[in-house]
């Protein structure tokens, strides 16, 4: 005599599979947690008044001309390191651009892969969510004192999503290159 299922078992297994289905979701939503805090983030930042965003850079560019100074054993004076960190400002602006979005593209990347993105497709689509989303930023921009919207940092934004999708790409190559070589030595 075979056990047939109940009404109640069968109402009590739909009920865990509707749970499970229900914690895969909210799981694959979760991983995209990282994506919005840096598009927060960015956004933030460009919400700065002008003089706000050059005080903040012109700081971090003296903090790093700095440090190039007790590593390089220079001996640079406070007028020194400061003209210097003058000239490199304008270059640290725009590597923190390229790296915002690195980091933003990746932690797009990732997930989109997690919801069943795969090959051109996976890098399109992230790769335009970054430029839009650049472009709308700059455009923000405009309602901010101080600011403008760039065409040019639209430009080193998707340069920076470009580049953390190389970097994203080859580490996923890599990983499935030594997923396919344990498997052959298997």
């Not at 990347?109 to 399109?124: A, F, I, M, N, S």
């Amino acid at each position: 005599m075979t056990d047939l299922p109940t009404q109640s078992t069968m109402g009590t297994m739909r009920k865990k599979s509707e749970i499970q289905m229900f914690r895969k979701r909210l799981g694959r939503l979760l991983t995209f947690l990282p994506a919005v805090c840096m598009a927060f983030l960015i956004f933030s930042f460009s919400a700065q008044t002008g003089s706000e965003s050059a005080s903040l850079s012109g700081r971090i560019t003296e903090v790093l001309v700095q440090a190039a100074d007790r590593i390089a054993g220079a001996g640079w004076t406070e007028e020194e390191i400061r003209d210097r960190a003058g000239a490199c400002e304008f270059y640290v602006r725009k590597a923190a651009h390229m790296t915002e979005y690195a980091v933003f593209a990746v932690s797009l990347l990732l997930p989109l892969r997690g919801c069943g993105l795969r090959g051109r497709r996976l890098y399109l689509t992230t790769f335009l969510i970054c430029a839009g989303f650049a472009a709308g930023d700059e455009w923000h921009q405009s309602f901010v004192g101080g600011r403008g919207p760039s065409v040019r940092d639209v430009g080193i934004d998707c340069a920076g999503a470009g580049i953390g999708e190389g970097i994203a790409g080859l580490i996923l190559e890599s990983r499935k290159r030594r997923k396919n070589q344990a498997r052959a030595l298997e």
